[in-house]
């Protein structure tokens, strides 16, 4: 008998959010050697309201997780819109798959349900990033920031839709598609006002006004409008002064958010962009969640192709040798992200009117939309992630 004792493989993960860290969870599970990096210098709590919807939902019971995330919900009941009164015009359909869904958190408490649930022998590195990597042959060795030097079998970057290893790697097959508008995303003081339903208020200029309770005794709040102009680019303090120029006289809260960003140390400025790309592959680096596929707030299911990206990802290397297994990965995930990525033409004319007369029309389209007759088709809009294909099975 050998006393040969096989190896297990090893891989480095890149970010530690909800993609990074279900791949590590399931890469953890099925056998490997896990080593998570993340730039951040500690978990990054905070952030908006997430969902699990779809498949991702079968991917949260086997994670063992289910009763755990829904323990966690934000408490929002559902979704109005408003006048600048703040009455409401219109309710958005209700339901395990309507505008609020049954599983509803926010970002920071998935990803810690997650870090918090992780198989033993996971090892987190926090405050440190990917600077440069080499490939040779079966395996992949990283260089760090903090001048480390790892080897690994398999690098997943899990950075995001600005992922810089996706870029320094993949090059020009990173399709960039900017839709033009920026969002900006913060947590304020809770108000008496304040109720358990997601309030949405449009108002001249394309401008939107969006407050969401959550189980923190706070308010998340969304600024969002049309706009070339990329936010994201800009410093903090530059991005809320042009948001608080555009939001001059917007009316309805306007005021009260612009002023809860400034005293936030919860804010962050997005300029919507979609990222495509032909393969997230490449020898031995794959890319999951937002560095992939970036659907936008716009396009709705990130953080549920994130949570299933990392159980396909290693349900498919659980079976196949390396090549094949990311092939398999793409095959099967890609359906889900081409549903979702395919806006509808006009979507953004139409999610932000900016004249009072567009503003009376998408009034009148919601509230037929909304109606008892349509609701149940309007409810099909927030159907993502969904699929008749069982889940690839782990070996």
Same mark, same amino acid.
């Not at 080593?35 to 019971?61: M, Y």
């Given at each position: 008998?050998?006393? &040969?004792?096989?190896?297990?493989? #090893?891989?480095?993960?890149?970010?530690?959010?909800?993609?990074?860290?279900?791949?590590? $969870?399931?890469?953890?599970?099925?056998?490997?050697? @896990?080593?998570?990096?993340?730039?951040?210098?500690?978990?990054?709590? /905070?952030?908006?309201?997430?969902?699990?919807?779809?498949?991702?939902?079968?991917?949260?019971?086997?994670?063992?997780?289910?009763?755990?995330?829904?323990?966690?919900?934000?408490?929002?009941?559902?979704?109005?819109?408003?006048? !600048?009164? /703040?009455?409401?015009?219109?309710?958005?359909?209700?339901?395990?798959? !309507?505008?609020?869904? =049954?599983?509803?958190?926010?970002?920071?408490?998935?990803?810690?349900?997650?870090?918090?649930?992780?198989?033993?022998?996971?090892?987190?590195?926090?405050?440190?990033?990917?600077?440069?990597?080499? *490939?040779?042959?079966?395996?992949?060795?990283?260089?760090?920031?903090?001048?480390?030097?790892?080897?690994?079998?398999?690098?997943?970057?899990? =950075?995001?839709?600005?992922?810089?290893?996706? &870029?320094?790697?993949?090059?020009?097959?990173?399709?960039?598609?900017?839709?033009?508008?920026?969002?900006?995303?913060?947590?304020?003081?809770?108000?008496?006002?304040?109720?358990?339903?997601?309030?949405?208020?449009?108002?001249?200029?394309?401008?939107?006004? #969006?407050?969401?309770?959550?189980? #923190?005794?706070?308010?998340?709040?969304?600024?969002?409008?049309?706009?070339? *102009?990329?936010?994201?680019?800009?410093?903090?303090?530059?991005?809320? +002064?042009?948001?608080?120029?555009?939001? %001059? /006289?917007?009316?309805?809260?306007?005021?009260?958010?612009?002023?809860?960003?400034? +005293?936030?140390?919860? @804010?962050?400025?997005?300029?919507?962009?979609?990222?495509?790309?032909?393969?997230? #592959?490449? !020898?031995?680096?794959?890319?999951? !969640? &937002?560095?992939?596929?970036?659907?936008?707030?716009?396009?709705?299911?990130?953080?549920?192709? +994130?949570?299933?990206?990392? $159980?396909?990802?290693?349900?498919?290397?659980?079976?196949?040798?390396?090549? %094949?297994?990311?092939?398999?990965?793409?095959?099967?995930?890609?359906?889900?992200?081409?549903?979702?990525?395919?806006?509808?033409?006009?979507? @953004?004319?139409?999610?932000?009117?900016?004249?009072?007369?567009?503003?009376?029309?998408?009034?009148?389209?919601?509230?037929?939309?909304?109606?008892?007759?349509?609701?149940?088709?309007?409810?099909?809009?927030?159907?993502?992630?969904?699929?008749?294909?069982?889940?690839?099975?782990?070996?």
């Amino acid at each position: 008998m050998s006393d &040969d004792v096989m190896t297990p493989p #090893h891989a480095l993960v890149s970010g530690a959010s909800i993609a990074g860290l279900s791949a590590a $969870y399931w890469l953890r599970r099925t056998g490997w050697e @896990v080593t998570v990096i993340e730039r951040a210098p500690a978990f990054r709590d /905070g952030g908006q309201n997430v969902d699990v919807r779809g498949v991702a939902r079968e991917v949260l019971k086997r994670m063992g997780l289910f009763d755990a995330v829904k323990a966690l919900n934000t408490t929002e009941t559902g979704a109005v819109f408003v006048d !600048g009164r /703040g009455t409401v015009t219109a309710e958005l359909p209700a339901g395990p798959e !309507g505008a609020t869904a =049954e599983l509803e958190i926010l970002r920071g408490d998935f990803a810690r349900a997650i870090l918090d649930h992780l198989p033993p022998g996971v090892e987190i590195v926090y405050g440190d990033m990917v600077t440069g990597t080499t *490939e040779d042959g079966d395996s992949v060795t990283v260089t760090t920031a903090s001048g480390r030097v790892l080897r690994a079998d398999l690098l997943v970057v899990a =950075e995001g839709v600005r992922s810089a290893t996706r &870029d320094r790697i993949f090059g020009d097959l990173v399709d960039r598609r900017a839709l033009g508008v920026n969002m900006v995303f913060g947590t304020i003081p809770r108000t008496a006002g304040d109720d358990d339903r997601w309030r949405w208020y449009s108002t001249v200029g394309g401008r939107q006004v #969006h407050l969401r309770p959550d189980n #923190h005794g706070t308010t998340r709040a969304i600024l969002s409008y049309p706009r070339d *102009e990329d936010l994201a680019s800009l410093d903090r303090d530059q991005a809320l +002064a042009r948001v608080r120029a555009r939001y %001059a /006289g917007a009316g309805w809260e306007a005021a009260r958010v612009l002023d809860g960003f400034d +005293a936030s140390e919860d @804010v962050y400025v997005d300029h919507l962009t979609q990222i495509r790309m032909p393969t997230w #592959h490449r !020898g031995r680096v794959c890319l999951v !969640g &937002d560095a992939a596929w970036c659907v936008t707030p716009m396009g709705g299911g990130g953080a549920s192709l +994130a949570l299933t990206s990392g $159980y396909v990802l290693a349900a498919c290397l659980s079976s196949a040798d390396t090549e %094949a297994a990311l092939t398999a990965y793409e095959r099967w995930m890609r359906p889900l992200v081409d549903s979702v990525q395919k806006l509808p033409p006009g979507v @953004v004319r139409a999610a932000y009117p900016r004249t009072r007369l567009g503003l009376a029309l998408r009034t009148l389209v919601v509230k037929a939309l909304t109606s008892p007759l349509l609701a149940p088709l309007t409810a099909r809009f927030t159907q993502v992630a969904g699929t008749d294909r069982p889940l690839p099975p782990i070996a």
